[in-house]
């Protein structure tokens, strides 16, 4: 699992050509089963024809995910008849059965997506050992601007890379059922590489792994962009952005890309110059703030981490801004109403001198008004915002910095 266009079919295919470890296509299991009604497919009163269903409803684009397992809808139902209703027995109709005529006792399945459900993976197979693969993030946004699953806008997908190792930081943090490796050192040392993928798997190194025999089942007919994985090693395919990117390019991905740089040890992270305080309800992970994280980059600027919302941390920054509904901005006032009492206070003097200083809190609407019940100190908190902040349009974050912003400090 990992991020499209970091290795992971070529790595699938290595492991699928151990003697004892047999792997299949993408099966986008469990993004399709977050999208049935999981109750109707698992109930014991129309089961196993239910599960059935589902297991046949699996595609890749116009290919049937079975069929490329080389599973029949009266194998499928075969396997299913023969368990109790449950997710493990519905993708092992495709994985334990390809790997059983086989010959072989182990499985492994790759879907990139699948590492954003290493939670539900493990409530199904508590012993499942995870094997996540990364590539240098300035290689993958070059990459999926040239796939038709990717965006041809370099900078979205900059910030697409840092959203999702944000998203999935907690799930490998201190994990021993979970392994990273990194695609450039499968290329360039692959049998030290496999070796320690091995030996977490508890599995001796083949030499036959590095010659990837049957890597061509793993790709479905219109998945040209994956040739790669089939063919020689190719160690150029690492650090192509140095010869591809801009000097803006590069700069904008050292900073969007930061953590991730360093969490794997790629050279080139950059600290931004300003931080911001962006005061939010969530956190900044969804593919709609792309315009707001992406935008303070390209000023030298990011949003603090973790998100700011008492009002005492909210006077710790220099420059803040506001980001979402105004009567629901994520202020977190507290508990009671002295201490709400006090919070608002607080805020209020806060904007109130930010803005006698000429450089008032932001506001940037984001998003619409949700349902949650409104209180009177969020009313208040934000007529404070309204009244003392300063309205900012997508395109205006300029007008956070001031002037004299450019070569300040943010604390």
């Not at 695609?183 to 496999?194: I, K, N, Q, R, V």
């Not at 040739?227 to 990117?245: H, I, N, V």
Request: with cysteine; hydrophobic share 45%.
């Amino acid at each position: 699992m990992g991020l499209p266009r970091s290795g992971t079919t070529l790595l699938a295919a290595m492991l699928g050509a151990h003697s004892q470890i047999a792997s299949g296509a993408e099966t986008l299991f469990f993004p399709r089963l977050a999208e049935a009604d999981q109750a109707r497919v698992l109930d014991p009163k129309t089961w196993p024809v239910a599960g059935v269903d589902f297991v046949m409803s699996l595609r890749l684009a116009d290919a049937s995910v079975a069929q490329l397992f080389e599973q029949e809808r009266a194998d499928v139902e075969r396997f299913l008849a023969a368990r109790s209703p449950s997710v493990a027995a519905l993708l092992e109709s495709l994985t334990a059965a390809r790997a059983a005529s086989r010959g072989k006792r182990r499985w492994a399945e790759k879907t990139p997506r699948h590492i954003l459900f290493a939670d539900r993976i493990w409530e199904a197979w508590p012993d499942a050992r995870l094997i996540r693969i990364v590539r240098d993030p300035r290689d993958v946004a070059l990459s999926l601007t040239r796939v038709p699953f990717g965006t041809a806008d370099l900078d979205v997908n900059l910030f697409e890379i840092a959203r999702h190792e944000r998203l999935t930081r907690r799930l490998f943090t201190g994990e021993d059922r979970a392994l990273t490796v990194r695609f450039e050192d499968l290329l360039g040392e692959p049998a030290a590489t496999l070796g320690r993928v091995c030996e977490f798997l508890g599995e001796a190194f083949e030499p036959e792994m590095l010659a990837r025999a049957g890597a061509g089942e793993l790709v479905a007919g219109h998945e040209w962009w994956k040739s790669g994985s089939t063919g020689p090693l190719d160690a150029s395919r690492a650090g192509a952005w140095q010869g591809e990117l801009s000097a803006e390019d590069r700069k904008l991905a050292a900073l969007v890309c930061r953590d991730y740089l360093r969490a794997f040890g790629y050279a080139g992270s950059r600290e931004p110059r300003r931080m911001v305080a962006v005061v939010t309800r969530g956190e900044l992970t969804s593919r709609k703030d792309a315009d707001l994280v992406l935008g303070l980059a390209r000023r030298d600027a990011a949003a603090a981490d973790p998100i700011v919302r008492s009002p005492a941390a909210i006077a710790r920054h220099r420059t803040v801004l506001f980001y979402g509904p105004l009567r629901q901005l994520g202020v977190d006032l507290g508990r009671g109403r002295l201490q709400r009492s006090a919070s608002l206070v607080r805020l209020g003097l806060d904007l109130a001198a930010r803005r006698m200083r000429g450089r008032p809190a932001g506001w940037l609407r984001h998003g619409s008004e949700v349902t949650a019940p409104e209180t009177p100190a969020d009313l208040v908190a934000a007529a404070l915002v309204q009244r003392l902040g300063r309205r900012i349009e997508s395109g205006q974050l300029d007008r956070l910095f001031g002037s004299g912003a450019a070569g300040g400090q943010s604390r």
